[in-house]
């Protein structure tokens, strides 16, 4: 199902969200890669606080190439989402709403994705010239000096992107492999 999100994201429609579900995405997301999670995370031990508020705020895992032609941002696509795995628990329980990436989660993140009511959502990897023509703004908000993987707030608008741990825990990785064993098993 097709469905078009202005975010942040309140926690009812991130619960109306299912594994499978292609959203739109217009409005503010912060990005973050694992040199900002773990400074982040160096913050949080010395009780420091984050850069921006984090609840209800989704985090896209991606660090862009520089801007050309008039554009307010480079290449953006996505990066692997585990490499943010060890972090991720704990940015969830402090209000995060929802990831953007790409791959698999461990089953830690999964249960906190579960226990928050919070969503994954993977946007497609290869795809980030496409990705940033979404992107209407682009502001280091924070670690300027981590370059590429400085904290960024984007704006977006019509960012497309599939649903693949919802609130539940449905697995879109998982389902989708028992869904092609299926057709595989009654084709034959």
């Known amino acids: 199902m097709n469905k078009h999100i202005r975010v942040p994201m309140d926690m009812e429609t991130a619960k109306s969200l299912r594994a499978g579900d292609y959203?739109?995405?217009?409005?503010?997301?912060?990005?973050?890669?694992?040199?900002?999670?773990?400074?982040?995370?160096?913050?949080?031990?010395?009780?420091?606080?984050?850069?921006?508020?984090?609840?209800?705020?989704?985090?896209?895992?991606?660090?862009?190439?520089?801007?050309?032609?008039?554009?307010?941002?480079?290449?953006?696509?996505?990066t692997t989402a585990s490499r943010m795995d060890k972090y991720t628990p704990r940015l969830l329980d402090l209000g995060m709403g929802a990831m953007i990436g790409k791959g698999k989660r461990s089953?830690?993140?999964?249960?906190?994705?579960?226990?928050?009511?919070?969503?994954?959502?993977?946007?497609?990897?290869?795809?980030?010239?496409?990705?940033?023509?979404?992107?209407?703004?682009?502001?280091v908000i924070a670690y300027d000096d981590l370059g590429t993987e400085a904290v960024r707030r984007l704006n977006i608008e019509n960012f497309p992107v599939i649903v693949v741990v919802d609130s539940k825990g449905s697995n879109l990785y998982e389902t989708a492999v028992e869904e092609y064993r299926r057709t595989e098993d009654g084709e034959r």
């Open 107 to 139: 089953q830690e993140v999964i249960d906190a994705i579960v226990r928050n009511g919070a969503v994954y959502f993977a946007a497609v990897g290869g795809a980030g010239a496409l990705l940033s023509k979404c992107i209407t703004s682009s502001e």
């Open 23 to 78: 959203v739109y995405l217009s409005g503010t997301v912060y990005t973050a890669r694992d040199a900002a999670h773990k400074r982040m995370d160096e913050t949080l031990r010395e009780d420091g606080a984050l850069p921006f508020d984090i609840k209800g705020q989704i985090v896209y895992y991606m660090g862009p190439s520089p801007a050309r032609g008039g554009r307010p941002i480079g290449s953006a696509g996505p």
